[in-house]
């Protein structure tokens, strides 16, 4: 979190510099975690020495579906079979026969989304996406972007790592705010996955990895429980929800409660990548986004832009 907040350092002082006399920050998931640590007083995270003058020429610092209090998705990632799946990934990556095998693999991928096509008529697929705008283009070699990202990833998990509850915990002892800047947060819940009726094997694949994904992000960690402030909100956002609300509902990936800091900006019925657009629409030129997971959550283009006109207003008022 710090080599991101360092680098969302770097970001502002390239495009602003000093000639912005007011700031504000959006913080999408972890992104949000990131904009709190640049702002805290006194903090240092690198060579650059601008944290002060950024702080003091910002004015609101919002947060969407971000795990303040940390997510138990990461406790799982981070454990040792978690751990040994990431080193089974690296190890492909890094061996010629491991690139060759994934390589195979993302040719099979690429062949059957093509198939699908015309055989099933399953056009516009989350597996298509992900072919167009990922492995498509991957090439055995040992240099490609792809697999420099999987070596990444197994070497440095110092992120999963810091999302835990226990991480999150020293964090927040550590990460204050500042009083002259509003600090606002709005948060995402997703009903409780169902199973999937029907007879598209995408979707039914689809809600089987998000009902995973949820049922994890329900562990609660009670050694670390949320603050009083997010159990005083917890019924004012009961009232909000068309289900009910408990210290397990979360949007897949964070716990809702975990998502309530500063002032409480509102909620909305969505999973965790729904409200940075990835949902089912077509966008104004005509492309498809099959979204991400298929959560249930029926979240669309009208929820979608009810919730950044509050953000917006957060910013206009500010």
């Given amino acids: 979190m710090r080599r991101r907040a360092l680098t969302l350092l770097e970001f502002v002082e390239h495009h602003s510099g000093s000639n912005s006399h007011a700031l504000h920050f959006v913080g999408h998931s972890t992104g949000g975690l990131d904009v709190r640590l640049l702002l805290t007083p006194g903090v240092k995270l ?41 080193m089974l990934v690296t190890a492909l990556a890094t061996s010629k026969p491991g690139r060759y095998t994934l390589y195979g693999a993302a040719r099979a991928l690429t062949l059957w989304s093509r198939v699908d096509d015309f055989i099933l008529g399953h056009t516009h697929t989350l597996l298509d996406s992900i072919v167009e705008r990922l492995i498509k283009d991957i090439k055995p070699d040992a ?5 420099d990202f999987v070596r990444s990833v197994g070497v440095d998990q110092g992120a999963l790592v810091q999302l835990t509850p226990e991480s999150i915990d020293l964090f927040n002892a550590a990460v204050l705010d500042r009083a002259d800047i509003d600090n606002v947060s709005f948060a995402t819940a997703a009903p409780f996955p169902k199973p999937y009726v029907g007879w598209d094997p995408y979707k039914m694949m689809s809600r089987g990895l998000f009902a995973l994904s949820y ?18 909100l917890l019924e004012e956002i009961r009232n909000l929800l068309p289900f009910e609300l408990d210290r397990g509902t979360n949007d897949g990936v964070v716990p ?61 008022n500010a």
Avoid: C, M
């Fill in 143 to 147: 240099d490609d972007s792809f697999f």
């Fill in 46 to 86: 690198g060579q650059v020495s601008a944290e002060d003058s950024i702080a003091a020429r910002t004015k609101t610092a919002i947060t969407l579906g971000t795990p303040h209090y940390g997510t138990p998705l990461a406790n799982t990632l981070t454990n040792l079979n978690g751990r040994n799946w990431l």
């Fill in 215 to 232: 049922s994890l992000a329900r562990r609660e960690q009670r050694q670390y429980p949320y603050p009083d402030h997010a159990y005083e």
């Fill in 256 to 316: 809702t409660l975990s998502q309530l800091w500063g002032r409480f900006g509102g909620i909305a019925v969505a999973d965790h990548l729904d409200v940075v657009g990835q949902f089912p629409h077509d966008d104004e030129g005509g492309v498809h986004y099959p979204g991400w997971l298929h959560s249930g959550s029926n979240f669309s283009k009208n929820d979608f832009a009810e919730l950044w006109s509050k953000i917006a207003a957060v910013i206009a």
